[in-house]
């Protein structure tokens, strides 16, 4: 079977539990193609990854790092890479087959695992926007090769970024677009650091942002949030028909649940939006 063209080895973001990586890997194309050939016919597509595959896509869509749909075009398998004298990890540019080297399903490889699975995810993307400016062929051309460094310069410097996320989380921000000051309580999926204060609001003043204390590992929350009296009626984010519920200040309040927004896949934090209605309008929730 003909070769099968791969990015140059990937330097990714690394941590203390995983010092191995740091060895300078050969490039997969040293690789005995059968090896490659055998490991691309046992990846699987998504909704079929291994389970530790799966648990790294699931928290890079979490963290707003890719969407899920952006998944879905890529097969992604373990494979003996460096058992084989290869790097840890590898894509097929042709194929869009994401190989991670095997040590990497290991519990304590988590973190590395999902800035290893970023990187390659990235050189994805990459690889789709030119195919769409060279053409289906762009795999076995000259400009493919031509383009190698800079894919992996930058889908070095993203890992990092991506993995001091993991480690860090995003900061969380409540933007009120409302004329009138909100209440706002708010829970993530996946808080960084648990509190253990009781329940209480947050006060977010007309038309301003206010960044929450709180960093979160996922997009994923659950909040409730009320507007000051306006014009004798009041703006309700969430409510009595919400089934989960907090008690704050001695009364229940039903929780809404929601994914947050961010502006970048690699840094920033993520933004709840609470925009007010016309009077004539229902209360959004």
Same mark, same amino acid.
């Given at each position: 079977?003909?070769?099968?063209?791969r990015l140059?080895?990937?330097?990714?973001?690394?941590?203390?539990? #995983?010092?191995?990586?740091?060895?300078?890997? /050969?490039?997969?194309?040293?690789?005995?193609?059968?090896i490659?050939?055998?490991?691309?016919?046992?990846? &699987?597509?998504f909704? +079929?990854y291994?389970? /530790?595959?799966?648990?790294? @896509?699931?928290?890079?869509?979490?963290?707003?790092?890719?969407?899920?749909?952006e998944? +879905?075009?890529?097969k992604?398998?373990?494979?003996?890479l460096?058992?084989? $004298?290869?790097?840890?990890?590898?894509?097929?540019?042709a194929?869009?087959?994401i =190989?991670?080297d095997?040590g990497?399903?290991a519990?304590?490889?988590?973190?590395?695992?999902?800035?290893?699975?970023? +990187?390659?995810?990235?050189?994805?993307?990459?690889h789709?926007?030119?195919?769409?400016?060279?053409?289906a062929?762009? #795999?076995?051309?000259d400009?493919?090769?031509?383009?190698?460094?800079?894919?992996e310069?930058?889908?070095?410097?993203?890992?990092d970024?991506?993995?001091? =996320?993991?480690?860090?989380?995003? $900061?969380?921000e409540?933007?009120?677009e409302?004329?009138?000051?909100?209440?706002?309580? =708010?829970? @993530?999926?996946?808080?960084?650091?648990?509190?253990?204060?009781?329940?209480?609001?947050?006060?977010?003043?007309?038309?301003?942002t206010?960044?929450?204390?709180?960093?979160a590992?996922?997009?994923?929350?659950s909040?409730y949030?009320?507007?000051?009296?306006?014009d004798?009626? %009041?703006?309700?984010w969430g409510?009595?028909?919400?089934?989960?519920r907090?008690?704050?200040? $001695? %009364? /229940?309040?039903? =929780? %809404?649940?929601?994914?947050? &927004?961010n502006?970048?896949r &690699?840094?920033?934090?993520?933004?709840?939006s609470?925009? #007010?209605?016309?009077e +004539?309008?229902?209360p959004a929730?």
């Amino acid at each position: 079977m003909a070769q099968v063209m791969r990015l140059f080895p990937c330097i990714v973001f690394c941590v203390s539990v #995983c010092a191995n990586v740091a060895a300078a890997p /050969a490039p997969s194309e040293a690789m005995p193609q059968h090896i490659l050939d055998a490991c691309d016919e046992r990846a &699987s597509p998504f909704g +079929h990854y291994d389970r /530790a595959i799966a648990h790294a @896509a699931d928290d890079l869509i979490a963290m707003g790092v890719f969407s899920e749909e952006e998944f +879905h075009g890529v097969k992604i398998g373990f494979c003996g890479l460096r058992a084989a $004298g290869g790097p840890v990890a590898t894509i097929s540019c042709a194929r869009d087959i994401i =190989l991670l080297d095997s040590g990497y399903a290991a519990r304590d490889q988590e973190l590395v695992r999902n800035a290893t699975l970023a +990187h390659e995810m990235k050189h994805y993307l990459q690889h789709g926007e030119q195919k769409s400016k060279f053409g289906a062929n762009y #795999c076995s051309n000259d400009q493919y090769v031509t383009d190698k460094m800079w894919m992996e310069e930058e889908a070095d410097a993203f890992s990092d970024d991506v993995g001091e =996320l993991f480690f860090t989380g995003r $900061g969380v921000e409540i933007r009120n677009e409302c004329p009138v000051a909100v209440s706002v309580y =708010l829970e @993530a999926e996946r808080p960084i650091t648990a509190s253990d204060t009781a329940p209480e609001f947050t006060h977010v003043g007309p038309r301003s942002t206010l960044a929450l204390p709180a960093f979160a590992a996922s997009k994923f929350v659950s909040f409730y949030a009320q507007t000051t009296l306006s014009d004798g009626e %009041k703006q309700i984010w969430g409510g009595p028909s919400m089934p989960d519920r907090r008690f704050i200040d $001695g %009364k /229940a309040y039903g =929780l %809404k649940r929601t994914s947050l &927004s961010n502006a970048s896949r &690699s840094s920033g934090p993520f933004q709840l939006s609470l925009s #007010c209605q016309s009077e +004539h309008d229902q209360p959004a929730n």
